[in-house]
Every structure is written in C-alpha cells, then in structure tokens.
C-alpha cells in the first residue's frame, strides 16, 4: 500500500461532459503530481503541486484543470470530454517534490468516455 | 529534451531465466535513474535507483547499473518467478539543484514470466 489514496477506481461518462478526479497523498508528503497512462501514449506527465502551489506543467490539455487544496489533497478536472481521454489517471506524491525524491502512486482511475 | 528509450516487449521468459531490461537515456548533466514496477490493476512502485555515474541500485533480486559512458541503465535479475510479471518502467530526473526538473518515464516493457 503506497498510502495514496484515489477516488473513484472506475468512472464511465458520455462525451461533453466533465468529471473531477481525487488525491489523497500519502502522509507527509507535500507534492502531489498527475499522470495519464494510456496504451499508446504511455506515461504522461500532466501537471505537479507544491504545497498548494503549481510547480510543473506537462501535457496537460487547456479543457483539464488542477488543484492542491490547504489539506493537500488534490483534484484534477477534465472537461468537454472527448472519446481520446478515455485513460488511466494517475497520482502520485512525493516528500519534497525535488525530482530525484521519489514518487508514491495511487492505484489510478480508469475513466471511460462513450 | 532529455528522454527515456527502454526496449519494446512484451518479454516472455521462463522461471528461473536470466532478465535484461534495456534502457538508455539522453539528458544533459547528471540526471537520477530509476526503475518502477507496475503490477496488474496497481500503480508504479519504485524498483529501485541510482544517483550517480557507477552507483548500482538493487531490490528484490533486482539490480540496475548508472553507466555514464554508455549512457544506461539496464535492469537484470538472476533468476525471475513468475511474481515478477509485470511492467517495469526506467525513469530518469534532473540534478536536485533543478527543483522544476520534471520525472520522465519510458513507454514500459510488459513482463510474462511463464511457470
């Protein structure tokens, strides 16, 4: 158990519509980054949080937005669904956010568009 | 850009078989490696990691070598179980003095150890 804590597992949604995705870190740790896995793309960095601040920006499309809240957690939130976004998603977190700490991920959410 | 190649699977061995994992990087200075494993239905869990040129990173049997001069950073084990399946990613950082260094990830290499 990697004490990252991902909600919901599985989400199915029909296209054009928005979802918001959640993170809790583990425990100590005050940087939370987002990833999408997806078959052909791979691992895709999207975005990372520092302690309630943004500190990287990856590929992470206009329509997709983040936060990291005063308690830590963090949200992801995809919009204007398109059927492309179907994808794992991923977060993770680390102590420091340096990037040779390393990273602790959540089991994901598989979100599904139709 | 700095960039990670590790080799295309899926590999499919048999227990008790010797494993290479290739992996190759491209980064300017002196990035951290790492290797992560993805079980089914799980996320990725750190392997293991080195810091600098020579250092050797192992866990579980698992071993992986900083080679500076041949730029990689393959990972090997003895003799693989089929609790090994699973897929395993090399992942390279920037130096700590970079905090906006971002963590940059291979495609994956799919494991199938077969009983």
């Known amino acids: 158990d990697s004490g990252v804590t991902q909600t919901p597992k599985h989400l199915i949604t029909a296209t054009g519509q928005r979802v918001t995705l959640r993170c809790s870190p583990r425990?100590?740790?005050?940087?939370v980054y987002w990833y999408q896995q997806s078959l052909d793309q791979g691992l895709q960095f999207l975005i990372q949080?520092?302690?309630?601040?943004?500190?990287a920006k990856g590929n992470i499309l206009e329509r997709f937005s983040a936060q990291q809240f005063p308690d830590l957690h963090s949200e992801l939130n995809l919009s204007s669904l398109e059927l492309g976004d179907s994808a794992l998603y991923f977060c993770?977190?680390?102590?420091?956010?340096?990037?040779?700490?390393?990273?602790?991920f959540g089991n994901g959410t598989r979100l599904t568009v139709t | 850009g700095d960039s990670v190649t590790q080799m295309e699977g899926p590999v499919t061995l048999s227990e008790e078989a010797f494993l290479t994992i290739n992996c190759t990087y491209t980064?300017?200075?002196?990035?951290?490696l790492f290797w992560y494993v993805q079980y089914p239905g799980e996320g990725l869990q750190l392997l293991l990691k080195?810091?600098?040129?020579?250092d050797k990173g192992s866990n579980k049997g698992f071993e992986a070598t900083y080679r500076k001069e041949t730029t990689s950073f393959h990972l090997e084990k003895g003799s693989v179980q089929v609790s090994d399946s699973a897929v395993y990613f090399c992942?390279?950082?920037?130096?700590?003095?970079?905090?906006?260094?971002?963590?940059?990830f291979g495609k994956g290499t799919r494991l199938h150890i077969l009983p």
């Open positions: 993770a977190s680390s102590v420091s956010g340096a990037s040779n700490s390393p990273l602790h």
């Open positions: 425990s100590g740790d005050l940087s």
């Open positions: 949080y520092y302690n309630g601040e943004e500190r």
């Open positions: 980064a300017t200075g002196y990035p951290s």
């Open positions: 080195a810091t600098k040129a020579d």
């Open positions: 992942a390279l950082s920037g130096p700590l003095m970079n905090r906006d260094d971002k963590i940059i």
